[in-house]
């Protein structure tokens, strides 16, 4: 009875202890529930933080005391595009400052977005991480702000900036899965951005970078969708970051589809024309000769005093150019004009055009958007075996005839090959029926009285976003355009590059940018009359005439020889990126606009 006794005590003892430990750990545990977390994942309903990134995240704030925000990528999960890549101020004037939502809508994998400086003014709250005292200290966001998602998250930054570093990370945080975009544009004429302007502009002055140029510029486009708008709109995003820009346009008149980032600084350019209106120190019509202004300047827009230097911008499909354009060109209505190549200033010069008023000014395109190894092919059904590309409006001068001529002759049923058109009816009721265009490609093939079976024509029409245009390119094995005379060839220079092997014939603009080294030029049969369904501007105007049989080699030889042909696609990427990229085009702008 004594032992089992003293069993008993011990027992009880040992129960008393472990009592006491549990005790001492509810305690530990309570004094942890009532300490505020060392970081909040402030996220939106409809975000999705990746939890491997989240997870290095926290060890980054472990790591950084003075770290006050953290922020990464937000992407779309649907379409892979930027959401929000943080945000910083462009360059020029702090009264109302530029607020940039930086790369929003271009491709995730863009190189731009994963290489970004992790030094930004501020990052988006759906991707942002905040230290749980520092939120409290600030009292959270400010509600001023409320309607405005960027001023509201760059005012809680530019304030935790005060305790600490805010950082931003350039990979992807969150995904953000909603229809509509996250806002990143404010406008300049917004009372909000009028007052956030006055709280941190003592702030904000050291972190605004001056432009590279100094003289003031308006822009006065082409409104509607068309290669003269895209060009514009190529030229501007560019020199806005650069010089100071006004845009003399409407609201609606830039051709939908840009990425998101594209449209908001061509409408903050839009915004920006009140303040040069009275003393404009360059001012570019990009328009044809015949619209160059005359001042005062009434259109959609009124413009007193001529500008100190005015340039038109216009360029011919077809040679010679009419009186009409001569004149202009030649009278003081310009000081100066631009086209896009050697091609147009000899056709100018031989029409009658000083030549010393001529400088040649490329086209150019963005490499970052048409960009191969970042994008996903478009599904395109009816896809088989080596599939030719063709992009065009469906007009006498793209010369769908001598296309399909040649490729009916070329190929048969045999071949295993499809040819498909991205095309729409020119001026014509009901545009984009498929129907309507493969009838007239049926009966175009039934006239040549081939006896064979036709290889197989399938027709497209999509009516695609800029954004998307490049995995149409990115789903095609070549590209093919028989064309009379381009002013430039946008969709020649968006195929090379994409890295298409890319047919086309060697004339007017597109021989700025093709060569035997990078691409296939088709040679000419000589000039013939322009056709008259087409515009003109001079009855004597002449155009190429492609070489049937110069072309049904070249796509018979991409056709049979893929992996030769796509060795030409490496040196036509290079030099499209070198010498035809935004930036590239944009250092030739500040030249111009310097001497």
């Not at 008393?16 to 004094?31: T, V």
């Not at 945000?87 to 994998?109: M, Q, T």
């Not at 990078?518 to 049969?525: L, Q, T, Y």
């Given at each position: ?58 060890e ?20 892979s ?12 004037d702090?009264?109302?400052?530029k ?5 929003k ?19 988006s ?17 400010n509600?001023?702000?409320?309607p ?20 931003f ?23 909000l ?29 082409y409104?509607?969708c ?26 609606s008149c ?60 216009s ?10 354009w ?11 004009v631009?086209?896009p ?42 896809r ?12 006498n ?12 002759q ?6 295993n090959?499809?040819l ?22 049926k ?8 006896n ?22 990115k ?8 064309t009379?005379g ?29 060569t ?52 030409k ?12 990229s935004r ?5 030739l702008?500040?030249?111009?606009l310097?001497?």
């Amino acid at each position: 009875s004594a032992a089992a006794l003293s069993a008993s005590a011990s027992a009880l003892s040992a129960s008393a202890a472990a009592l006491s430990a549990s005790a001492s750990a509810l305690s530990a545990s309570a004094a942890a529930l009532s300490a505020p977390p060392p970081a909040a994942v402030h996220s939106m309903n409809d975000t999705d933080a990746f939890a491997d990134h989240l997870a290095s995240v926290l060890e980054q704030f472990a790591r950084n005391p003075s770290l006050t925000v953290l922020g990464g990528i937000v992407i779309n999960a649907s379409t892979s595009r930027v959401h929000s890549a943080g945000y910083e101020l462009a360059p020029g004037d702090v009264s109302p400052p530029k607020v940039v939502s930086r790369f929003k809508g271009i491709n995730a994998r863009d190189a731009r977005v994963v290489q970004a400086s992790h030094t930004v003014l501020g990052v988006s709250r759906y991707g942002m991480i905040v230290k749980s005292k520092v939120f409290q200290q600030l009292n959270g966001f400010n509600q001023t702000f409320g309607p405005a998602e960027v001023l509201q998250d760059m005012d809680f930054c530019l304030r935790a900036r005060q305790l600490g570093s805010v950082m931003f990370v350039p990979e992807p945080f969150a995904y953000v899965d909603k229809s509509q975009p996250v806002h990143g544009y404010v406008s300049s004429r917004s009372p909000l951005l009028e007052t956030f302007s006055k709280i941190h502009q003592q702030q904000l002055v050291p972190l605004v970078q001056p432009y590279n140029l100094s003289l003031n510029v308006t822009w006065d486009l082409y409104c509607g969708c068309t290669g003269l708008n895209i060009e514009a709109a190529n030229f501007l995003e560019p020199l806005a970051a650069l010089a100071p820009t006004s845009v003399v346009a409407g609201e609606s008149c830039f051709c939908p589809g840009f990425p998101e980032s594209t449209m908001d600084s061509l409408h903050r350019s839009r915004e920006r024309f009140p303040s040069f209106s009275e003393s404009i120190d360059v001012f570019i019509s990009h328009k044809p000769p015949p619209q160059y202004p005359t001042f005062p300047y009434k259109g959609i827009v009124q413009i007193k005093n001529r500008p100190r230097y005015v340039v038109g911008r216009s360029m011919s499909e077809s040679m010679p150019i009419s009186d009409q354009w001569v004149k202009q060109c030649n009278s003081k209505s310009v000081d100066e004009v631009w086209v896009p190549s050697s091609w147009h200033k000899t056709v100018f010069t031989e029409s009658g055009v000083d030549p010393s008023k001529l400088v040649v000014i490329p086209e150019p395109i963005d490499v970052h958007l048409y960009n191969p190894s970042i994008v996903d092919p478009l599904p395109v059904s009816a896809r088989r075996g080596f599939n030719f590309l063709s992009v065009f409006k469906w007009e006498n001068r793209k010369g769908w005839d001598v296309l399909l001529k040649a490729y009916f002759q070329e190929f048969s049923q045999d071949d295993n090959v499809t040819l498909f058109l991205q095309t729409y009816l020119y001026n014509e009721a009901d545009s984009h029926n498929r129907a309507k265009i493969a009838s007239k490609v049926k009966k175009f093939g039934d006239s040549l009285g081939l006896n064979k079976t036709l290889p197989t024509v399938e027709i497209l029409s999509l009516e695609l976003p800029i954004v998307d245009m490049p995995r149409l390119y990115k789903a095609f094995d070549a590209f093919v355009l028989a064309t009379h005379g381009e002013g430039w060839g946008l969709p020649i220079i968006e195929a090379m590059a994409m890295k298409l092997p890319t047919i086309a014939t060697a004339w007017s603009g597109e021989t700025a940018f093709m060569t035997d080294d990078n691409s296939w030029p088709v040679a000419i049969d000589g000039l013939e009359p322009v056709n008259p369904g087409s515009t003109v501007t001079n009855k004597t105007e002449m155009w190429a005439k492609p070489s049937i049989k110069e072309l049904r080699l070249a796509m018979r030889y991409v056709f049979t020889y893929p992996v030769l042909a796509a060795k030409k696609t490496l040196k036509a990427r290079e030099d499209i990126v070198h010498k035809f990229s935004r930036e590239a085009v944009a250092e030739l702008l500040v030249d111009r606009l310097s001497s």
